[in-house]
């Protein structure tokens, strides 16, 4: 063989492997450009909500805004507020896999934790683990308070049993509620 001949066979295997690195590197950056692009749209970004933002229900008359929620990007709480108007209370009951925060924003109220009364009032802090029998009562102030649970599960309770604004109530038994309360882990006396 003439060196020319050599050295055309040499020049094309080498033209041969810069292709063909050339295509698998851009294989390799398409692919991450692209797992990049998809890991930012499903990575949770963090949210900055005003009072009246977030997934608006309407809980026996007052208001129920979830802030935060696996449906919004956390996966492993739910954040919400819930206005409790005068003389509603909320019924004494529990969570079986659920531990849940209050912070009490505005009013007064009698927290029943355990059967044990406790008065509250704003800025007040309340933490139950799960299995524990707790509720509210306020028989003539309205109780305004943020409210945490991990893992999530309350808000999909609140979304079954609350209605959209200007949707009326459903009238239910309390074997009813208790029914639905028991989907999401939850069980009313």
């Known amino acids: 063989m003439s060196p020319l001949a050599d050295l055309e066979r040499t020049c094309c295997a080498r033209a041969s492997r810069r292709s063909l690195l050339l295509g698998t590197g851009g294989l390799l950056a398409g692919s991450l450009i692209a797992s990049n692009v998809e890991a930012e749209a499903t990575t949770p970004k963090g949210l900055v909500l005003s009072p009246h933002e977030g997934e608006h229900l309407i809980q026996r008359g007052g208001n129920v805004f979830i802030k935060a929620a696996p449906t919004n990007g956390s996966a492993n709480l739910a954040l919400g507020t819930q206005q409790v108007l ?24 009698t927290f029943i934790l355990n059967d ?35 893992p999530p599960g309350l808000e999909s309770l609140f979304r079954e049993l609350a209605t959209r604004p200007g949707v009326p109530p459903v009238a239910r038994s309390k074997d009813q509620i208790n029914a639905i309360a028991r989907r999401y882990g939850t069980e009313f006396r």
Do not use: C
């Open 86 to 109: 005068a003389g509603n209370g909320i019924p004494v009951h529990r969570h079986f896999e659920m531990d849940e925060a209050f912070y009490v924003i505005g009013g007064s109220a």
């Open 116 to 150: 044990v009364p406790h008065p509250i009032g704003e800025g007040t802090t309340i933490f139950i683990p799960k299995n524990v029998w707790h509720g509210f009562q306020n028989p003539d102030r309205e109780l305004n308070l943020l409210w945490i649970v991990s």
